[in-house]
């Protein structure tokens, strides 16, 4: 047991042609098999095999979709293990094939991971390569033919490594943010996981060239790198505080990832990082925006009420003034909603659901009084107000990437002169990895459904008991 699990998740293990499909083709049969019933179990729909080739059909299965986040949180903790497996798998395959560990990180990149999981996989051992022990912490002694140069001349350098490390990454996150957002349009698979896993590799490979340093201090330097970035876009207004708290738990986790693999390759072959790795990143972002594109969601909350419909009614085509928000993520700068006004009534009529940050336009489509209220979203306003050292920061995603498509309340009649009220939003999210930020979504949707259907609790009831 103790020797698969080094097999699987260490880097130490060379990976032959036969442990590389075997343990390949199991642990792929595992994963697809648990993610199904998963599937099934929690949003009721078969999820196609399909999805694990195509990435746009695991993005536009609706069913899967709209499953609540929990499952998709579940999905993702599950994903983890086997796409660290992949990763470091690939890599030492590569190696034992006698080619560069890096075309092992390709097993990152959608579409282009399958082609080489076939190649390195039809690819015979080379016996003069093999992927031996890490050396210890201190000079580096291996590599061969292209090894770093011994810790003096690191002395000469006009920067300590660290510091070269921690300065020269940055860069790179910088440009990929404003190439996705500004010029691409697409906050995706490339930026929240490629770009960070690069920098961390990046700021290995420096930080390891003239001397091999310990693990602990090779993830310090990498996520300095990272923090260095976050600075720069607050400075030069390219994102704001929260936006970026928000991003920084998988951007570090995948930096961590980078400056691990980066160290283990740098220990065991070649200090030197393909160039070209940098140069593929703006193209596999622009592929990324041909394959990925949101599908509808629903976020539904329900409360019960003391009161009959008659009394819930009134309150839900449109309520007075709330009071102000408790939650703290909501003086963060989150949208909030603060009344609704409705112009007419019946089918055609405008809704206007005012939040911190403006008005919700919303032409009433379904008026069932008593029963039921849907409504569209022709206009909205940006979902969070950022923080930053400006006063005006406008990034992309506030205003173009969740999109409310609609929305609707339910009035069920209950027993004992009650109703169960149910508020549903219809939205999009346009940023991926869509397991990982629907969370965000969701938690943000139910608090705003719950702010609302509270106090349309309290004003039903309050008028029911004829006090108001």
Known sequence: MKKTL????????????????????ALAALKIGVDTAVVLAMAGTFWSPLAYILPSVTIRQHDVASGSGAMHALLALWALPFAWIGLTMSIRRAVDAGQSPWIGTLFLVPIVNYMMIAILGAMPSKGQMRWEPAPVMGPYRGGGEG??????SARTLPLPPALRAALLAPPIGIGMIALCSYAIGQY???????????????????????????????????????AIAGGL???????????????????????????LVARAI???????????????LPLFAFGESHLVGPVPRDVVTTIEIDAPPEAVWPNVIGFSELPAPPEWFFRLGIAY??????????????????????????????WDPLNRLAFDVTSQPPSMTEWSPYRNIKAPHVENYMVSKG?????????????????????????YPEVYWVNYAEVLL???HHRVLVHIKASSEAQAQGHV
């Open 233 to 259: 876009c607050l400075l030069f207004a390219i994102e704001g505080i929260l936006c970026l708290a928000m991003a920084f738990p998988i951007a570090a986790a995948m930096t961590t990832a980078g400056a």
């Open 337 to 366: 909603p603060m009344r609704a006004r409705i112009h007419g009534a019946g089918v055609g009529a405008v809704r206007h659901c005012e939040f911190s940050t403006g008005p919700f336009v919303e032409p009433i489509t379904v």
């Open 266 to 280: 740098v220990a065991y072959q070649s200090h030197e990082l393909p160039p070209l790795a940098v140069i593929a």
């Open 188 to 226: 995706g698979f490339v930026l929240f996981l490629t770009t960070p896993f690069a920098m961390g590799a990046i700021a290995s490979v420096i930080y390891n060239r003239p001397a091999l340093r310990s693990y602990g201090s090779t993830v310090g330097v990498a996520l300095a790198a990272v």
């Open 6 to 25: 080094i097999l699987l998740f260490g880097m130490q293990r060379r990976v032959s042609r036969r442990a590389y499909l075997g343990w390949g083709a």
């Open 407 to 431: 929305g609707e309340f339910r009035l069920v009649r209950l027993a004992g002169n009650r109703t169960r009220l149910e508020g549903t939003t219809h939205y999009t999210l346009a940023i």
């Open 147 to 152: 090894a770093a140069p011994p810790p003096s």
């Open 446 to 448: 139910h608090a705003i």
